[in-house]
Structure formats: structure tokens, C-alpha cells
């Protein structure tokens, strides 16, 4: 043993990574991957296997038996390791290409009917089969926007009590509530439509808006429940602690020092559940069906909502008509992205 | 083992056989590579923040070696990168040398998992594979690195053998490997180390979370298997350290990186150590 | 006497105040159940004619007739083909979504560059929220025809298995399509709940299997998949529940008939919540009685479901704490 003399100096030091692979094997690896993929593209044009995916699947055997070739000199375990490490790769990028499909097709065929004034005309005056350049998806927003609004309405308040319950109150049917909520979670849009249909539908005589706010409630209720569940479950006991200790009672407790604390983190749940419900066909299909024209009353008649503006004009199957159905998807995926990137930026905030 | 002065110096093993055990960390390589672990002039970062510095030791065959000091200098960091656990973590980093049998470990032609099959670790809290039995875990090691032996039986009686668990378990070899008492999970998790005959065992404080009863046992354990391997053990418990190693090395910080104090002889270092922070910790000053 | 004093009640009095504070939050809290009982209450109480007019035939039956038509005969309504259906699709999307799942989950964990991780993830949740009308609409548009080149291929290489076999050779807008688009719709939701799960493997097991020598797939094979088995089944459940009910991609991908079909490649299918939706708009009065009573078969089939998926969920995020 010795005794260690400092006298390098410790600044002189550079970390290194030598596990890391050296960036001239990382170019080699991209080198080798983007020829299989020539390779690949070559294949395909001169047989008979056509479109993306001839290409993609040719591609992948062409990684595996390279892979199977190169690493005959490995020990199998490492070759096994190698092998797998490939599989998985190859199925995550099969998951992830549905997703990437569908945002490139939205973008790319919803930009057609596309126009200025588009956010702000309705139906009204123009047919599925006319210009592209008339009409609007203006009604579809303000239908979808006085639903949602009343859901949030009446599930931002049931759905925070709920959490409050969860968190603060703890009494004895904690287990039931939270099995309730998730179950509720799974109840298909559907039956939610059924529902508001048996009920307020039938009641008032007629189809409207608030039949299909009352059905978007059923399906938002769970999300705004759990997240708010979450979100106060993250405030430290400590903090409840101390306002126990002030002598402050549980209901001060909970509004002066809890709620304060997690406010940014309910409204994430608000928009969340926003998100989850503004995109839902099914339960409006029976409960608020749809409009051509501007509509702003949810107590009497159908209202117009973006899902069903979608599904009628996909319905009619003509070509305009489904580029207008692209757009209104294209309008509906901004909106919930929109949704999520706020609720993120909001969620930060704290 | 015969008292030495700090510096350059010659003692002689039990077995007869002279080892060198000193030098300056930056003499010249000797003609004969060191058997045993080494470090020269090691390193360790996490992103930017310089973890350890310049830690130079030398680890001989056969030899239990305690690295001891407060809490946050940088031991665990350090007992991590002699079997390239390190760089697992995130942002890692690291400079200088391991070298085992004189071939360093950070090599670009060393495969990484055969380093770890030479040079093993056990954790702090014990942790058995829940999913598997005890002979099970025993044996983990040889499955997951795709060995080659058959000799299974006699595998797993000699390394609970070594672990001082066979005679608690050689009737439920079947038995879950978490229905053990603490103590005996850790024993397990020693056996499951020495089934892939490592040259080196390294060990991150063993001992924290079991009672002294078991933590006896598992020093006893120790001087055991420093008869065939050897042993590299952190420890917060300055007696575990007196009782256990042959060499200590005493780690610092003063709020940068860690750094190696003095290593040196344990008894030397417990009764006549040459820096005066050593003495101060071992006093119990500080820690 | 060094006796044990006896344990003393401890009283908590609540402030009116807190009384009323805690009672209006329990009621709040309970209108999930209250709601969900209505649900249960409504279909029950507006289906029972149904129910008693056909029985448990009303399961098992192959007729849908409305009788609209013709006077003479009685309206018949069952529901066999469509819980056959429905059945046969969500397995389609099952088998195909559970690899793709755990293959992107383990994928996301263990093997992704831990730069893109965040983004990855936050790419999880955004693919979970894309409604299921764009699923559809993009199901019909653009994925069909690839469809149809599976299903070709599918029929050329395998058409001695019966399911493969079909009636007429005119793919396109089958279950088995249709299984497919709701495999692309259930696998956000699946990987969601599998990722989480073995995010939460303990470390130090992960890092025993390295130190004892083993390669990334070694130590996943030997502790990753253990543990996370119980919360991946858990995962494919609430996946499963959510395939059940899908009304609106099924809807507009499937050819929506009204027959008994385990040939997967026909034109033909549908499966309980896309033929509601379907002949919802024209239904006599009993019809929908009719409907509404699927819907409640619907209704209890997919709770039953999501009441296991949440159980095995919930006892498998228990058990970390070892």
C-alpha cells in the first residue's frame, strides 16, 4: 500500500467515457444501416413486393441475417443479446408507425380544404361536394366548445370532491370510490350515449346539446377524478401537518393550505379530461347528433360538434367531402395537442 | 503480516511470498505485471460534478482491504468503477486506470460483463431474485453469463459452502430465496457471487442493514474467502474494519471530490496512522 | 400493580363545519357510483321487455329483424353475431397489440437513448389521446390498402386454416383490417401501463444480474419480465376492455353485416357497439329497446373486465414495496 501523493494535478484530468462507442463506430453502424436500406430499396423496386412496407420488412431481414452473419464470432450469449436488441427495435418502430402514419396523413391531406375563414364559416349554404374553398368547420367548434364547456362544468367540481375525498378525507368507503372511478373509466362511449339517450334524451322530447354535454360528463368524470387524485396525492403531508398544527380545522386545511398548493396541478386535470372527451363520436351520435349551421342553443335542438362534423361528411364518401373530413380531423388532432402541450407548460409551472 | 513505515516497502504473506506493496502511484510500470487489482490515478465524474480524484491503491492477491471514511466521499463511487458499474449511471464518467492482473478493465478489447464475472460485488441491501429458489439463485450467475458447467450440485454445495449457509439450507435448497432472514439472504447473495469464481469480491457495505449477530458471521465469512480471492469491502463501521480487513484505505472531502487520504496496514493504520485526519476518524473525532 | 394500562378510546369530534365540509365531499365523491348505477338502472330498467320477450336466445340468436316491413311476423332481436364479433376483432387487436406493447415498452426503458426518453414518452401519451374517429377515418383512408395486401398474402400462403378461408375474394374491410386498426388504437395504452411498470423494477436487481455478468436481455429476461408480468397482464386488460367497446373505428373500417363470421378475411363483420351505432338512426321502438339491451350486455361485459384489469393493476403496484 501506499500513501497517495496528490501530485497530479486533478484538473489535468479529462472524464472520459471508454464504454461509449467511438464515434467513428457510430458512423460506421449508420453507414452499414442507411446501405441496408438502399439495398433494400433496390430489392423492392425489381420484385414484386411494392409500397412502404415491402420496403420496410425487406429492410429488416436484411438487418437480421446481417446481424446473424457478422456476429457468428460472439459467444451466444452475446449473440442472443445482439439479436434481441434488433427484435425489439423492430417492433417498438412497428408500434410507433401507426402514430407517425396518422400525423403525417392529418397534416397532409387536412391542409386541402383548409382556407382562411375556415375556423369561422358553417355549413349552412355550402353541400359535402362543393369548392373546398367554402364553407367551415366554425359551427363544429362552437358546438363542440358549449358542450365541453358544460361538462367541465359540472365534472371539475365532482371530480376534485372526489380526489379530496380520496386524499383528505380517507373514510371508509376509500376502497369503494377508487374502484368506482376506475371502473367507471372503462365504460364504453357507447353506453354513455345509451344512457343520456334513455334519460335526458327521452325526457325532453328532442336531441340536444346538453343530452351530449350530460354523456361527455360519464366520459370525462374518471379522468378528471383520477388525475385530481394524483396531483393532491403529490402534496407532502408535512404541509397538512402544519396547518393541523396552527389549529386550523381539516376543511381550512384542505381549501387554504392544500388546495392553494396543487391549483395549477387541478387545472391540468380540467384539460386532460378536456382532451379525453373532445375527440368522442359515439355518445353524440345519439344524444346531440348534428348541424350545418352555427348553432349556440345546447337546451333545445341538435348542436354541431367537430367528431360529427368529421363522421357525417366521411359518411357521404365523395371527395370533397372527405377532404373536408380530413380537416375537421386535422382542427381536432391541433386542439388536443394544443390541450396537452398546455397542460404540460402548466403542469411545469410549479 | 509485519508492521511497515509508509513508502517502499516489502512484507511477506502468510504462504511465505514476498509481495511488493509500495510505490508511488506514478513510478515506473515494473517488469512484472501486479497480481492483484489496481487503480492509477482514477477519477470519477457525474455529468459535471467531479465525484472522486486521482485515486491511486493497489489491491493484492488474497488480501481483505476496507475503504473507510465519512459518508459522501465518494467510496461507493469508487468501489463502482473497479467492476464497471459505474457506467450504468447517467452521465458518467471517468479517467485513469483499473488494471486487474496488470490488463486494464477499461480497455476497448475487454468485454465489460467477463470483467464482472472476474470481478464480482455484493450490495448493501440483500437482494435474492424474488422469482427464483435458493438453489435457483445460487446458480443465477452461471445461467445469465452462459457458463459452461454442469457440475450444478457440487457448484451450489460449495459455494453456500464458502457462503456459511449450506448447513441452514441444505434441506429447502427449494425454498423461495426471499423466505431467509436478513442476514441469511445476504449469505445467499455472497454464495450467488462465488458461483462464477471471481478473482476479485467487492462489497458495498455488507453489513449496514443486518443485526450484529448476522453481521459477525458474515465477517467471519470474509476472512474466509480472502483465503482463495480478494476481498474489497466498504464499510461505515470503523471496528467491522479493524476486525475484517488487512489494508485500509481512508477516503476524504471537503465538499469536491473525494480523495484518498492514506492506505496503509489496518493495525497501522488504527494505532500510529501517518496523517493526522486519519487519526482524527479512527478517534472517532469526526464521521 | 406493573400491569398494562388498558388502550384508551381516541374520539375525533368534527366542528360543524367540518361536518358539513366532510359530508358534501363523500357525496361528491360518490356521484361516480350514483352515476354508474343510473347507467346500470336505465338499461335495465328500459331492455327488461326485451330480456323477457327473448330470453337468454337473446344472447344466442342469429336473427335482427325489426319487422318493419312486413306486419305479419314478430320482430326478432339477438345479439350472437355481433358478441362473436365482437370477440373475434378484439382478439385480432389483442394478438397483434400485446408483442408490439411490450416490445415498445421494453424498447422505451432499456434501449432507447436516454436523450429521447422524455420526448418518447411524452410521444406515448399524445398517441393514447388521438381520438378514435382519426383512427377510423385514417383506418379507412390510408391503411386499407395495405390491409388488402396482408390479406392477400395472408389467403395465398395460409388459406388451408379455415379462419383465412373466404366467401367471396374481396378483402378489404374485414375483421381482420379492422382488428388491425384497433391493434394500432390499443397499443398506446398497453405500452403506457407495461413502460411504467418496468420503470419501477428495483435497481439493484437490474444491477445484481450485471454484476454477476449478464448481458442487457439477460438481466431483462431473468428479473425485468418477472416482474412485470402481473402489471403487463393488467395492461392488456384495460387495452382489452377499451378493443370491446370501440364503436367508431370499427364503425367506419368494417363492413357492418349482420352474420356469424370466424372467417376474419371477409368483407364482413361487426361487433357489438358499431352495429348500435348503425342502426340506431332508423329503429322502431322496440328496436331500440332491443339496442339498448346490447348495450347493457356491452355494458357489463366490458365492466367485468376492467374490474380484473384494475385489481391485477393495483396489487401489482402494491408489491414494490417488498
Not at chain 1, 370532491?161 to 368507503?173: A, C, N
Not at chain 3, 411504467?196 to 438481466?219: M, N, Q
Not at chain 3, 392488456?236 to 373505428?249: H, K, N
Request: some cysteine; aromatic content about 8%; glycine content about 8%.
Amino acid at each position: 500500500m501506499s500513501t497517495v501523493e496528490q501530485s497530479s494535478n486533478p484538473m489535468e484530468a479529462t472524464p472520459q467515457k471508454p464504454w461509449a462507442r467511438r464515434p467513428d463506430e457510430v458512423r460506421r453502424s449508420t453507414l452499414k444501416l442507411a446501405a441496408a436500406a438502399v439495398v433494400a430499396l433496390v430489392v423492392v423496386l425489381f420484385t414484386g413486393m411494392a409500397g412502404f412496407d415491402g420496403w420496410a420488412i425487406t429492410l429488416l431481414v436484411i438487418v437480421l441475417v446481417a446481424t446473424l452473419v457478422t456476429s457468428r464470432s460472439l459467444s451466444s450469449k452475446d449473440r442472443k443479446n445482439l439479436l434481441v436488441s434488433v427484435s425489439i427495435t423492430a417492433l417498438a418502430m412497428l408500434a410507433f408507425l401507426p402514430w407517425l402514419s396518422i400525423l403525417f396523413s392529418v397534416v397532409t391531406k387536412g391542409y386541402q380544404a383548409l382556407h382562411v375563414g375556415y375556423l369561422f364559416n358553417d355549413m349552412r349554404v355550402t353541400t359535402p361536394d362543393d369548392e373546398l374553398s367554402m364553407g367551415g368547420v366554425g359551427h363544429a367548434i362552437v358546438g363542440s366548445l358549449i358542450m365541453v364547456a358544460i361538462a367541465t362544468v359540472v365534472t371539475m367540481p365532482l371530480g376534485i370532491l372526489s380526489g379530496i375525498y380520496l386524499t383528505e378525507v380517507r373514510g371508509r368507503l376509500t376502497f369503494l370510490v377508487r374502484f368506482i372511478v376506475q371502473s367507471m373509466a372503462g365504460v364504453p362511449s357507447i353506453v354513455a350515449g345509451l344512457f343520456v339517450y334513455t334519460t335526458v334524451v327521452r325526457t325532453m322530447g328532442e336531441y340536444s346539446g346538453i343530452a351530449g354535454a350530460a354523456a361527455l360528463s360519464v366520459l370525462m368524470l374518471p379522468t378528471v377524478s383520477r388525475t385530481a387524485e394524483e396531483v393532491l396525492k403529490l402534496v407532502p403531508d408535512d404541509l397538512r401537518s402544519a396547518g393541523y398544527a396552527l389549529g386550523a380545522r381539516q376543511w381550512r386545511t384542505a381549501f387554504m393550505v392544500v388546495l392553494p398548493t396543487v391549483k395549477s396541478g387541478l387545472i391540468t386535470a380540467g384539460i386532460l379530461g378536456v382532451a379525453r372527451v373532445i375527440g368522442e363520436t359515439a355518445p353524440l351520435l345519439l344524444t346531440s347528433l348534428a348541424t350545418n349551421g352555427f348553432a349556440f342553443n345546447p337546451f333545445s335542438g341538435t348542436l354541431g360538434s367537430l367528431p360529427t362534423y368529421t363522421f357525417s361528411l366521411l359518411q357521404y364518401g365523395t371527395e370533397y367531402a372527405v377532404a373536408r373530413a380530413w380537416s375537421g380531423a386535422l382542427v381536432l388532432m391541433v386542439i388536443v395537442f394544443g390541450l396537452f402541450t398546455i397542460a404540460r407548460r402548466v403542469g411545469r409551472k410549479k | 503480516m509485519t508492521f511497515g513505515s509508509v513508502g517502499q516497502e516489502s512484507v511477506r504473506t502468510a504462504d511465505g511470498a514476498a509481495v511488493s506493496v509500495g510505490g508511488s502511484p506514478m513510478s515506473a510500470p515494473s517488469e512484472q505485471p501486479f497480481i492483484g487489482l489496481e487503480t492509477r490515478g482514477a477519477h470519477a465524474w457525474f455529468g459535471n460534478h467531479h465525484a472522486l480524484t486521482d485515486v491511486s491503491l493497489k489491491f493484492p492477491e488474497r488480501t481483505v482491504t476496507g475503504l473507510i471514511g465519512p459518508s459522501g466521499c465518494g467510496k461507493s463511487t469508487f468501489i463502482r468503477l473497479l467492476n464497471r458499474m459505474h457506467e450504468f449511471i447517467p452521465g458518467a464518467a471517468m479517467a485513469g486506470q483499473v488494471l486487474l492482473n496488470g490488463k486494464d478493465i477499461y480497455a476497448p478489447e475487454e468485454d465489460p460483463a467477463f470483467v464482472r464475472l472476474k470481478i464480482g460485488m455484493v450490495f448493501q441491501k440483500p437482494n435474492p431474485f424474488p422469482a427464483m429458489t435458493i438453489r435457483e439463485n445460487v446458480l443465477a450467475g452461471i445461467k445469465l453469463a452462459h457458463l459452461d458447467r454442469d457440475d450444478h450440485d457440487s457448484i451450489v454445495e460449495s459455494c453456500l459452502t464458502r457462503a456459511g449457509l449450506w448447513k441452514e439450507v441444505k434441506d429447502r435448497l427449494d425454498a423461495s430465496g426471499g423466505s431467509l432472514s436478513g442476514g441469511q439472504q445476504q449469505r445467499l447473495c455472497i454464495a450467488r457471487s462465488l458461483a462464477v469464481e471471481p478473482e476479485v469480491l467487492l462489497m458495498d457495505e455488507p453489513c449496514s442493514a443486518l443485526d450484529p449477530a448476522s453481521t459477525l458471521r458474515i465477517e467471519e465469512t470474509i476472512k474466509e474467502l480472502a483465503e482463495k480471492i480478494t476481498v474489497v469491502i466498504v464499510t461505515h463501521n470503523m471496528q467491522q474494519a479493524s476486525r475484517v480487513s488487512d489494508y485500509c484505505a481512508f477516503f476524504l472531502t471537503d465538499g469536491g471530490p473525494g480523495y484518498l487520504v492514506e492506505a496503509d496496514n489496518t493495525r497501522k493504520m488504527f494505532t500510529n496512522p501517518a496523517d493526522p485526519r486519519t487519526a482524527d476518524y479512527v478517534q472517532g473525532k469526526f464521521g | 400493580m406493573n400491569t398494562v394500562p388498558q388502550k384508551r378510546e381516541m374520539y375525533v369530534t368534527y366542528s360543524r363545519a367540518d361536518k358539513v365540509f366532510r359530508g358534501v365531499v363523500t357525496a361528491g365523491a360518490l356521484t361516480s357510483l350514483v352515476v354508474l348505477g343510473l347507467i346500470a338502472l336505465f338499461l335495465v330498467v328500459r331492455s327488461v321487455d326485451v330480456f323477457r320477450t327473448f330470453g337468454v336466445q337473446f344472447l344466442t340468436g342469429t336473427e335482427w329483424n325489426n319487422a318493419a316491413f312486413d306486419e305479419t311476423i314478430s320482430p326478432e332481436f339477438s345479439i350472437g353475431p355481433m358478441l362473436v364479433g365482437t370477440i373475434v376483432v378484439s382478439v385480432i387487436a389483442m394478438v397483434v397489440a400485446v408483442p408490439l406493447s411490450i416490445g415498445g415498452a421494453l424498447f422505451i426503458e432499456f434501449y432507447a437513448p436516454k436523450r429521447i426518453y422524455k420526448s418518447l414518452v411524452s410521444l406515448l401519451d399524445l398517441a393514447a389521446a388521438i381520438p378514435s374517429l382519426v383512427f377510423g377515418l385514417w383506418g379507412i383512408q390510408v391503411f386499407t390498402s395495405f390491409g388488402v395486401k396482408w390479406s392477400n398474402i395472408l389467403y395465398d400462403w395460409f388459406r388451408w386454416i379455415p379462419i383465412f378461408d373466404v366467401e367471396f375474394e374481396n378483402f378489404g374491410r374485414s375483421p381482420f383490417v379492422s382488428g388491425l386498426v384497433l391493434a394500432a388504437m390499443v397499443v398506446p395504452i398497453t405500452t403506457s401501463v407495461a413502460r411504467e411498470v418496468y420503470s419501477r423494477t428495483p435497481r439493484d436487481l437490474i444491477d445484481t444480474c450485471f454484476a454477476l455478468g449478464s448481458s442487457k436481455w439477460g438481466a431483462i429476461r431473468a428479473v425485468v419480465l418477472p416482474f412485470g408480468k402481473s402489471g403487463v397482464i393488467g395492461g392488456a386488460m384495460l387495452g382489452l376492455g377499451r378493443a370491446l367497446g370501440e364503436t367508431v373505428a370499427v364503425f367506419l373500417v368494417l363492413n357492418l353485416s349482420f352474420r356469424y363470421t370466424y372467417r376474419i378475411l371477409d368483407s364482413e363483420g361487426g361487433n357489438v357497439a358499431s352495429i348500435i351505432a348503425s342502426k340506431f338512426g332508423e329503429a322502431t321502438d322496440f328496436e331500440i329497446q332491443a339496442l339498448i339491451a346490447a348495450g347493457l350486455v356491452l355494458f357489463v361485459l366490458t365492466l367485468i373486465v376492467n374490474m380484473i384489469a384494475s385489481v391485477i393493476v393495483q396489487r401489482s403496484a402494491g408489491r414494490v414495496n417488498r
